[in-house]
């Protein structure tokens, strides 16, 4: 076998892996988007009762709202993580949940009156 024919053979196994690690990754996000897709389809996961285990980017999708500007009006740092739940935060603040959830839903109330 000629040094230019190792070189094709050596190129073509590269591109299958290359290839088949494409359609690997490609499968996957395409199935988690159409999870997603189907998750916030389901109307029992719009405007949904808050919970202790939800995170404020739950929240805003839910009730269609940003979440960024939801973050800004519980006066929450930029440096908080983003998968912090409702009940952290509530306890970090020294508050009971439900406490916590009344503001987060007036800041709701606020935001979606702001958009209509």
């Keep these: ?11 073509r196994r590269a591109a299958r892996w290359l290839l088949g690690l494409s359609l690997v990754a490609a499968l996957f996000f395409g199935v988690r988007v159409g999870l ?5 389809n389901d109307p029992k996961h719009h405007e949904q009762q808050l919970e202790p285990w939800m995170t404020v980017g739950y929240v805003a999708r839910s009730w269609v ?21 409702l009940g952290h935060l509530a306890r970090q603040q020294d508050i009971d949940f439900e406490t916590y959830a009344l503001r987060v839903m007036d800041v709701i109330a606020r935001q979606k ?3 209509e």
Excluded: F, I, Q
């Design 1 to 11: 076998m000629s040094r230019n024919a190792k070189h094709r053979e050596r190129n």
């Design 36 to 40: 997603d897709m189907v998750y916030w």
């Design 65 to 85: 709202l940003d979440p960024r500007k939801l973050h800004e009006a519980l006066a929450l740092g930029p440096g908080r993580d983003r998968k912090t739940s």
């Design 113 to 115: 009156a702001a958009t």
